[in-house]
C-alpha cells in the first residue's frame, strides 16, 4: 500500500504561477526516494504539502492514514508526528545541548521522562553522537550538527523522514557519511524523502529518482541519475 499519494495534485500560491502542477505520484513505505530539479521547480512546495504546512489548490495528497484534503486542524499535529523533517541549515535550538535538542521533541508530545531519557541515548547512539549529548550546537561541525538534526527527526519514530537538502552545507566526505546514515535508517524501515542538488550523491547512492521541472514531475525512474549540469 502506498504511504504517500499524490493526484493530480496543483498548488498555486496567491501571487505567482502554479509551483505544482497536475503531479500524479505514489510512494510505498520502505522507499528510498530523491527529488531533484533546478531552483525553483517546485521540490520544496511539494514538502511543505506533504506535512500540510500549505494546502493544495487542486487534487489530492494522502500521506498514511490522512486524506489532507479532509484533514481537521487538530490532527495536522498527529501527521507531523508521523513525518521527521531534516532542513541543510539543522535548524537546531542554539541554547539547548544535543541531548536536549533531541528530547525537546518528545517532551513537547507529552512523553514521560524515563522513556525520553532512554529514547534519546538510544537515538544518539543510532546517529553516533552519544559522547556529545552535553555539547551544545556551536560546538560541533557542521556534519555533527545534522545528525543531531536526523536524530531529532527520528525521536519519535516517525513513518517518513524528509530530508530538504541535507548536504547542502557539507564537504564530500561528511555528505557521504550522511549518505550511509539515511540508508541506514531506510533500510531500518523508514521512508525517506530527499530533495537535493547533490549530483554526487544522486549518481553514486542509487535510490528512485523524481525529477520535477516548471512544477511537472518530468521523471520518475527506479535508481535514476541526477541528470543535470548543476
Ligand atoms: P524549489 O524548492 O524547487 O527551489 P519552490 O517550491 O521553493 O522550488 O518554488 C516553486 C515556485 O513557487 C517558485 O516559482 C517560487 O518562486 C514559488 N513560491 C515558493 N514559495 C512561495 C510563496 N510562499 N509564495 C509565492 N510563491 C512561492
Do not use: C, W
Not at 184 to 193: A, C, K, S, V, Y
Amino acid at each position: 500500500m502506498a504511504l504517500i499519494e499524490l493526484r493530480r495534485v496543483t498548488k498555486k500560491y496567491p501571487r505567482g504561477s502554479a509551483a505544482l502542477r497536475d503531479v500524479t505520484l505514489s510512494v510505498k513505505q520502505g522507499e528510498f526516494v530523491y527529488i531533484v530539479g533546478p531552483s525553483g521547480a517546485g521540490k520544496s512546495t511539494l514538502i511543505r504539502l506533504l506535512y500540510r504546512e500549505e494546502p493544495v489548490t487542486r487534487g489530492s495528497i494522502k500521506v498514511g492514514k490522512f486524506d489532507l484534503n479532509k484533514i481537521k486542524k487538530r490532527q495536522i499535529p498527529i501527521l507531523r508526528r508521523s513525518i521527521g523533517v531534516v532542513f541543510q541549515d539543522y535548524k537546531l535550538l542554539p541554547h539547548k545541548t544535543v541531548f536536549e535538542n533531541v528530547a525537546f521533541a518528545m517532551e513537547v508530545i507529552g512523553e514521560k521522562p524515563r522513556f525520553i531519557k532512554k529514547r534519546v541515548a538510544d537515538i544518539l547512539n543510532l546517529v553516533g553522537l552519544k559522547h556529545k549529548a552535553r555539547s551544545f550546537p556551536n560546538q560541533l561541525s557542521g556534519g555533527e550538527q545534522q545528525r543531531v538534526a536526523i536524530a531529532r527527526a527520528l525521536v519519535n519514530n516517525p513513518k517518513v523522514l524528509i530530508a530538504d537538502e541535507p548536504t547542502g552545507n557539507l564537504d564530500p566526505e561528511i555528505s557521504e557519511e550522511i549518505m550511509k546514515l539515511l540508508e541506514r535508517i531506510n533500510e531500518q524501515g523508514t521512508t525517506i524523502l530527499m530533495a537535493t542538488h547533490n549530483s554526487t550523491v544522486v549518481n553514486t547512492h542509487k535510490h528512485r529518482v523524481l525529477a520535477i521541472e516548471d512544477g511537472k514531475l518530468v521523471r520518475d525512474e527506479e535508481e535514476g541519475e541526477y541528470g543535470y549540469d548543476d
